[in-house]
């Protein structure tokens, strides 16, 4: 049984089944992606899971408990952090405090009121995410306002940030969407470089398949709103249903 | 010292120089000198300068910290205000348990306001405050202020919970189990810390200069230091850290596994009972509180003190308050004939011309001032007095720079 088991979900916006009897098993510590031909319904399921959006129908597991019905931070807290296709960073807050939250988030759960300690007295956070920062080769960067850097950064800090919670499940919402190929590569090898290192599951939608055959070892080609096949990525080239979702029928 | 970085520290110690020496600093100009009433040394003002000084630090927590726009802030004060009078009229005259009821009730006012208004963000937000703190002052204004002893009885609910338009006052009659009843001279008695009374003051001459130093006053400033030195803690602490995020990424927030809500309660209570406190500090200073303290337009003085000052600093909402009741109280004292004095020296016809053309802005024309005063700092100094003053600051280092002696840290914030 995978890490995460979803199970007969349903979807429907009015008139729009945006996903029907979505049925998807991720193993644990495996890259798993999922693609899809735009419109298929992959976004609508990434948000099924982590608490956006709640399906109609079906149930959504996550190491044996239901997440259906709890709000975002629970499910977080249980272990599951998202990266947003657009880096969903603390703006106006410096490198360091990005870094910071993630860690006192792990350290003292959803909420904490600490309104009268110092937090340059919090040292057991500020080692932790100095040491995540310096992993990501963003610490000559820590007084920065995390907006003024630039795009490629701020994917690894968001990135970082979502580890320094130790996650047992990463998912990745299309990272490398319109990034320029040098930084697509770059995120690539920081994927592998984390998957190498960590007992980590990660989830990764994506759209470019350069970025899905260089990391998944699984793979679920979703289209309208179900899933057509699931493989290994070496089946699912060669696959005739996969080339017919992508290209038409006449393909 | 005491647990504050050392920037924060000199921050805080300048802000206690400063409030301790006001009674000096603020009276420049000697007595009967055409220039005095350009003074603001008098414990009236001073007393409101910190007052409002706490006020608009608590907003601030609120404002500067998460980015929510309280539109109804005033509920507090008023809350605070019939808290505290109420303590007086039941009790005693002592200002310490007045102060602990009026941050207390404040604080639980604050939850409930808090708990349903805080569902919303944004505009929305905004105008359940307002909605609120309107419906607080039509209960203070009519709703509570009903007899509530009975017609044939004159006891103490007479004019209800709050007085209605005329306000709560003390009598003679009052209870104050724990108290004289009546003041020494047969009037109402005044308000005091374990026996120093709030009204008395001692004057210094020096020279021309007078110089006065009121109880009321230091004990305002006393409890507005300890305002200001929580105000600073918040800021410094994980907590205030998570307040920020709140305002900057909420959404991240959320998928980082931290729950905004009891956040931005917490932070919406602390600062309703900063707004209690100052409330409760009013009734001490003059015991007597009325509803218009609710309005919708104390509310707003609040949000243009905190812009005005700066928002999100810890010293700007302290200056904006100084700023706007110096200009209520001081400018608002010019008339024509003043102006008229000012420009004798000018020929007959362009004395009029610059009188009639300066008259507006001031007296009763004050506000029309400061909104222009307000226009110009959010178009050009969107930080407020405070980024003026970084700004002057950093061109004065700047100078110093280039004669080959730079200065590390670059953002000491000019106090009051």
């Known amino acids: ?251 | 010292m005491l647990g504050l970085e050392k920037k924060d520290t000199r921050l805080f110690l300048i802000v206690i120089g400063l409030t301790m020496l006001a009674p000096f600093l603020l009276n420049p100009f000697p007595e009967g000198s055409e220039m005095a009433q350009f003074n603001a040394g008098y414990p009236d003002l001073m007393q409101r300068f910190v007052i409002f000084g706490i006020f608009a630090i608590g907003f601030n927590i609120l404002f500067g910290l998460t980015g929510y726009l309280s539109f109804g802030h005033a509920a507090f004060l008023g809350v605070g205000s019939y808290a505290a009078m109420w303590m007086f009229k039941l009790f005693g005259m002592n200002v310490v348990p007045a102060l602990l009821l009026s941050v207390v009730l404040s604080g639980l006012f604050a939850v409930l306001i808090g708990y349903i208004s805080l569902r919303r963000s944004g505009i929305y937000f905004s105008i359940l405050t307002l909605a609120f703190a309107m419906m607080s002052y039509a209960l203070a204004y009519s709703v509570l202020a009903t007899d509530m002893d009975g017609p044939d009885k004159q006891g103490l609910m007479q004019k209800g919970l709050t007085g209605g338009e005329t306000g709560l006052q003390l009598s003679v009659q009052d209870p104050r189990i724990l108290g004289a009843k009546a003041g020494a001279d047969g009037n109402t008695p005044v308000p005091n810390f374990f026996g120093i009374e709030m009204r008395s003051a001692t004057e210094m001459n020096v020279g021309d200069w007078v110089f006065t130093f009121s109880a009321g006053y230091y004990f305002s400033a006393f409890v507005m230091l300890i305002a200001f030195y929580i105000s600073i803690r918040i800021f410094r602490s994980p907590f205030g850290m998570m307040l920020r995020a709140i305002k900057s990424n909420q959404q991240r927030l959320n998928y980082t596994g931290l729950n905004p809500k009891p956040y931005m309660l917490a932070a919406f209570v602390v600062s309703g009972m900063y707004a209690g406190l100052a409330g409760g500090l009013m009734v001490a200073m003059d015991p007597l509180a009325g509803p218009e303290r609710m309005f919708w337009t104390a509310s707003g003085e609040v949000v243009l003190m905190t812009i005005l000052g700066g928002v999100g600093t810890l010293i700007g909402p302290v200056l904006g308050a100084g700023l706007i009741k110096y200009m209520e109280n001081i400018l608002s004292k010019i008339n024509s004939e003043i102006l008229h004095q000012w420009f004798a020296w000018m020929p007959d016809g362009l004395e009029d011309v610059v009188v009639t053309m300066i008259y507006p802005f001031i007296g009763k024309g004050w506000h029309l001032t400061l909104g222009l005063m307000f226009m110009a700092v959010v178009i050009f100094l969107p930080g407020g007095l405070v980024e003026g003053g970084q700004r002057i600051m950093g061109a004065l280092r700047g100078r110093k720079a280039k004669d080959g002696k730079p200065d590390a840290d670059a953002d000491v914030k000019p106090a009051e």
Do not use: W
């Open chain 1, 1 to 251: 049984m995978g890490i995460l088991e979803v199970k007969n979900v349903g979807k429907r916006f009015g008139g729009l089944q945006a996903l029907s009897e979505v049925n998807l098993s991720v193993a644990e510590n495996t890259v798993h992606a999922i693609i899809g031909p735009n419109g298929a319904g992959k976004s609508t399921l990434l948000n099924c899971l982590v608490g956006k959006l709640i399906p109609d129908t079906g149930s959504v597991m996550f190491d044996g408990q239901s997440v259906l019905g709890r709000s975002p931070h629970e499910i977080n807290q249980m272990g599951i952090s998202r990266v947003f296709q657009t880096p969903e960073i603390f703006g106006d807050l410096t490198v360091m405090e990005n870094m910071m939250i993630p860690c006192f988030a792990k350290r003292d759960g959803s909420f904490e009121m600490n309104g009268f300690g110092a937090v340059r007295h919090q040292l057991d956070v500020i080692e932790k995410a100095k040491t995540m920062l310096e992993d990501m080769n963003l610490y000559e960067k820590r007084d920065m306002h995390a907006a003024s850097m630039s795009r490629g950064d701020k994917r690894r800090l968001e990135i970082a940030m979502c580890l320094a919670q130790e996650p047992r499940l990463l998912l990745l919402d299309e990272p490398t969407a319109g990034m320029a190929r040098a930084d697509t590569n770059n995120t690539i090898d920081l994927l592998k470089e984390i998957k190498e290192k960590r007992d980590i599951t990660i989830a990764i939608i994506e759209h470019d398949m350069h970025v899905v055959f260089s990391l998944a070892e699984r793979i679920t080609v979703l289209a309208q709103g179900t899933p057509l096949v699931e493989d290994t990525p070496d089946k699912i080239k060669g696959h005739p249903k996969v080339r017919e979702a992508y290209l038409g029928e006449s393909a």
